[in-house]
């Protein structure tokens, strides 16, 4: 069996009573849809077919949020080649991940509304373009709230 430092469940909410929770502790609290990509990274690192790997994964804290971590794992092999440990390490990188997200979303809503331009340009009145820009963000952009100022900026909120 692998442990695993109790850092990395504190850092989930988690107090563990056990000295070292397992490695299972650890991908039990892997969000379901990365936990068998995660199984079969450590699979490889074991078979010997990797010696490290990086990887992002989801994870659930306590309280029900979902993180994001940048995870990485390397074996350390004794002189006969055999695997002695795993020494990994595990970043929370939820902040990272919702700025790139909504950067996305926001380049996303540019592009939409430069393709549009020329559609643009056949309406008359600004009403007009407000409507059409707003209806055609809403079907690209699901979630999101769309403002236009009366300068025509747009800003997409999400």
């Known amino acids: 069996s692998i442990s695993i430092d109790n850092n990395l469940i504190n850092m989930l909410g988690y107090d563990t009573k056990r000295p070292k929770p397992l490695l299972n502790d650890w991908i039990h609290l892997t ?13 490889d690192i074991l078979d010997g077919k990797k010696q490290s790997y990086t990887y992002d994964c989801r994870r659930i804290h306590k309280n029900g949020s979902v993180y994001w ?5 390397e074996a350390i092999y004794d002189e006969n080649g055999s695997i002695i440990e795993l020494i990994g390490t595990s970043k929370n990188i939820t902040n990272e991940k919702l700025t790139e997200e ?3 979303k926001y380049y996303a809503g540019l592009q939409i509304l430069i393709e549009s331009t020329f559609q643009f340009l056949k309406f008359q009145k600004i009403d007009q373009i407000y409507d059409y820009a707003g209806h055609i963000l809403n079907q690209k952009i699901p979630n999101s709230i769309i403002i236009f100022s009366s300068a025509f900026c747009a800003e997409v909120i999400f």
């Open 31 to 43: 969000y379901k849809e990365d936990r068998t990509s995660i199984i079969d990274i450590l699979q």
């Open 69 to 73: 971590f940048n995870d990485y794992v």
């Open 102 to 104: 909504k950067k996305y």
